[in-house]
């Protein structure tokens, strides 16, 4: 009988549980929820970083893993040019602002190319609303320390590229070409749309 644990690698189903800090400082950003491990399939959850998924290869359940990654390995670098000033009229609906666009809020939007990204709210005026587009841990030195509690084989139905967020949101963007075509504002040049009132992206991302 075969007793040799499975490993991750392609087209095996992975939940793993972490602590995610600033490095070096040691600044916690994100910790899974000890009754809630990330998943991801091995080979087609693409919203996991690659540098994550480097440190899960060929590891088995129990196995640790403990990994420091430079922003170009994480969630990239900060741009000035991700922040941007948007209509407020974009952002209303029957003559009114959504109740969702508060300062501090995080929004699903649109792209022209049907792409998902997600913004927050750094100001409202009478006329604008201006956003951050780039990752909240954009420019940060991470480390990721944590635990592989699960590999198996993926089941056909897990082995399609899901749409939407799907878990591990802090090994990877929110957003990054998904696309709901549910209630999501925006252009490819931050233009014109309607409210992001609909596909929330809550489901495994946090920020």
Do not use: W
Not at 105 to 125: N, S
Request: with cysteine.
């Amino acid at each position: 009988m075969n007793t040799e644990k499975e490993k991750v690698g392609p087209g095996k189903f992975v939940r793993y549980s972490y602590t995610l800090t600033e490095y070096p400082d040691g600044k916690l950003l994100f910790e899974t929820p000890a009754d809630a491990p990330d998943e991801l399939v091995y080979g087609v959850s693409h919203e996991v970083i690659p540098g994550l998924l480097a440190a899960l290869k060929d590891l088995a359940a129990g196995d640790r893993f403990e990994v420091v990654l430079p922003p170009e390995a994480a969630f990239g670098e900060r741009y000035d040019d991700n922040v941007v000033t948007l209509e407020k009229a974009i952002f209303e609906r029957d003559g009114k602002l959504a109740d969702e666009v508060v300062v501090g809020a995080e929004l699903p939007m649109m792209t022209a190319e049907g792409f998902r990204i997600l913004g927050r709210v750094l100001e409202i005026d009478e006329k604008n609303v201006k956003m951050d587009f780039n990752h909240p841990f954009a420019g940060k030195t991470v480390e990721y320390k944590g635990e592989v509690v699960e590999v198996r084989d993926a089941t056909p139905e897990e082995l399609q590229p899901a749409h939407g967020c799907g878990g591990g949101c802090c090994g990877g963007g929110c957003g990054d070409k998904h696309d709901d075509g549910e209630g999501c504002c925006g252009g490819g040049n931050h233009e014109g749309g309607c409210c992001g009132s609909h596909g929330e992206c809550h489901d495994g991302c946090c920020h």
